[in-house]
């Protein structure tokens, strides 16, 4: 199947103007619906580098080859389209998972082969993470909320909350629950990781965007009716400046 980017130009902004409206890519503007700020307090939340996000990932037996973390969404790969099942074909395996502006411009994930490519992207695109604040950034967070993550799809159920700086290398009885995610919009990205203590698979989030279904996101087995999805699959959450 062949897949076009599609430039949605100015639409973009006007959407994350009304913030109403949810990209074919799965992704929206954080709504405007303010919660109530909301640790979570079973496990302590610890401050975070950076090279906590671009440490290699090791294989694991959560990754074997049943278990490719292969989208329905068309994958933006050096500079090339694929879809799921082209993915799968060539074998791809892609650690890291973008969904950001860009992303929601042409419609598209963003994957990366390794965390050297990810971070020419990123630099590229003036959105390096840091895990210090910037003095305009600190400022801004007295008026805008942290990064959310919610129980349930569209931002229902039970929710914690995570500042900038900060992570959650276990989740202790949310372990495997987050279902939806609303991104920092005082910091630069959101990060789930697939397993606990910040291992496995990333996917991240940019600033000031949001998933309401993590089921959106895929992973593929051989057998169709066994794929599993990033809904209900996060172990350690990471925020960032």
């Given at each position: 199947m062949t897949f076009k980017k599609k430039l949605l130009g100015t639409l973009v902004l006007a959407i994350s103007l009304a913030?109403?409206?949810?990209?074919?890519?799965?992704l929206e503007p954080v709504p405007e619906k303010e919660f109530e700020e909301l640790p979570l307090e079973e496990v302590e939340a610890q401050p975070v580098s950076v090279d906590l996000a671009f440490q290699r990932v090791e294989p694991s037996k959560e990754q074997s080859k049943e278990e490719e973390f292969l989208p329905d969404l068309p994958v933006l790969l050096d500079g090339k389209l694929y879809s799921a099942e082209e993915l799968e074909k060539a074998g791809v395996q892609l650690p890291h998972y973008v969904l950001d502006s860009n992303a929601a411009e042409q419609d598209v994930l963003l994957g990366f082969r390794d965390a050297e490519s990810l971070k020419v992207y990123l630099e590229k695109t003036g959105q390096m993470p840091s895990a210090e604040p910037q003095e305009r950034s600190a400022l801004l967070c007295w008026f805008r909320p942290p990064a959310y993550f919610y129980d349930g799809t569209y931002y229902t159920g039970s929710y914690f909350s995570l500042r900038p700086g900060f992570g959650h290398a276990n989740l202790g009885s949310w372990d495997n629950r987050i279902s939806s995610i609303r991104?920092?919009?005082?910091?630069?990205?959101?990060?789930?990781?697939?397993?606990?203590?910040?291992?496995?698979?990333?996917?991240?989030?940019?600033?000031?965007?949001?998933?309401?279904?993590?089921?959106?996101?895929?992973?593929?087995?051989?057998?169709?009716?066994?794929?599993?999805?990033?809904?209900?699959?996060?172990?350690?959450?990471?925020v960032f400046w």
């Open positions: 913030g109403s409206q949810t990209l074919a890519s799965g991104g920092t919009r005082c910091g630069s990205w959101t990060l789930l990781t697939e397993l606990p203590n910040y291992q496995g698979r990333r996917l991240w989030l940019g600033a000031s965007w949001a998933v309401p279904n993590l089921s959106a996101y895929r992973m593929y087995p051989y057998f169709w009716l066994f794929r599993q999805t990033w809904n209900n699959r996060a172990s350690s959450v990471m």
